[in-house]
């Protein structure tokens, strides 16, 4: 999508701000005991609070309204049965539409302490995505984006998954640039005033690559090592990058 008047521009604020809190809500009532199922359960009621699908849901059919993935998986992780346990490392990703705009964001949040080098992944993963939401700005190249997120990740010894790619969205889920590289790349194509896209890196202590899990949907580091991601939906703008997946 490309925002070309101040109305689009409100109503994707107003998506990203649910998914925003819809993220923060699940991630303080998360807990040790607790299905992914749940948790789950307590996104999708503040989706219906707030008026808004969950996206992956109604584009897709996933089987959940929010993809929840732990520990060895990586990403698209069906909530379920699964019970989260002290230690565990959590992504949850939520996108949802509102009056026909679409917004996507997603974090990886450690359940109680964990080992030194998880706390350092998630710090860095978070770093990672910043690195790349300051690439965004008018009349960039896309490549800028992989590129930075590149030079930051090897400089600190970590890999990255190179499939699982940011995207266009606003209108729909995915939409026009399709994907966009958050690994190094020679992406010619330019940024412009008004895209809307996600940038969510996958930083990983080894994985190189997303391989099916079990079922149809998860996903799983090949090799296998443990990764986070960390995503916002911002606009393009003369001066960089807007984000629209913040709470409010």
């Not at 969205?169 to 194509?189: C, F, K, M, S």
Request: glycine share 12%.
């Amino acid at each position: 999508m490309t925002i070309t008047n101040q109305d689009e521009l409100d109503g994707l604020k107003a998506v990203g701000r649910i998914v925003a809190n819809t993220l923060q809500v699940m991630a303080r009532a998360m807990e040790p005991g607790m299905t992914t199922r749940e948790l789950d359960g307590i996104g999708r009621r503040c989706l219906e609070e707030a008026g808004a699908q969950s996206a992956p849901e109604l584009t897709y059919g996933f089987p959940g309204a929010t993809c929840i993935s732990v520990g060895e998986e990586i990403a698209h992780g069906i909530p379920g049965d699964r019970v989260l346990v002290a230690g565990d490392l959590v992504n949850i990703d939520v996108s949802a539409v509102k009056d026909g705009f679409f917004a996507d964001t997603g974090a990886s949040f450690p359940l109680g302490p964990v080992r030194p080098d998880i706390t350092r992944l998630c710090r860095d993963g978070r770093r990672a995505m910043q690195v790349g939401i300051a690439e965004v700005g008018h009349g960039r190249p896309l490549a800028g984006i992989g590129n930075a997120i590149g030079r930051f990740a090897a400089k600190r010894g970590y890999s990255l998954i190179r499939n699982l790619a940011s995207h266009g969205v606003g209108r729909a889920l995915h939409e026009y640039p399709e994907e966009i590289a958050t690994w190094p790349n020679r992406d010619r194509r330019k940024i412009h005033r008004g895209l809307v896209l996600t940038v969510e890196p996958f930083l990983s202590l080894g994985g190189q690559f997303a391989v099916s899990g079990r079922d149809d949907w998860t996903l799983l580091a090949a090799p296998r090592a443990l990764a986070v991601q960390y995503e916002h939906t911002v606009v393009a703008t003369e001066r960089g990058a807007l984000i629209v997946t913040l709470p409010g």
